[in-house]
């Protein structure tokens, strides 16, 4: 019964299906991709900084409307 309605909502409202169906597979996804990707050999990219590295030198004051 189950299965004849949803085959019949594949021809009458084809974008409810695909919606299910790509929101069922997100949990799947997220739980097997990562294993598989480590199993690649997969690796992590660098980190991306999060701040300008400072000059090694002793800061100056501002002067006038140097801001």
């Known amino acids: 019964m189950v299965w004849n ?3 019949k909502a594949t021809f009458s409202q084809p974008f409810a299906v ?13 739980l097997t991709v990562p294993p598989i ?3 690649l050999g997969f690796e992590a990219p660098y980190a991306v900084p ?3 590295p400072l ?13």
């Open 5 to 7: 309605a949803l085959r």
């Open 18 to 30: 695909w919606g299910l169906a790509l929101g069922f597979t997100g949990p799947f996804l997220v």
């Open 37 to 39: 990707r480590r199993s």
């Open 50 to 52: 999060e701040s300008y």
């Open 55 to 67: 000059p090694n030198r002793p800061r100056r004051a501002t002067q006038g409307f140097e801001d």
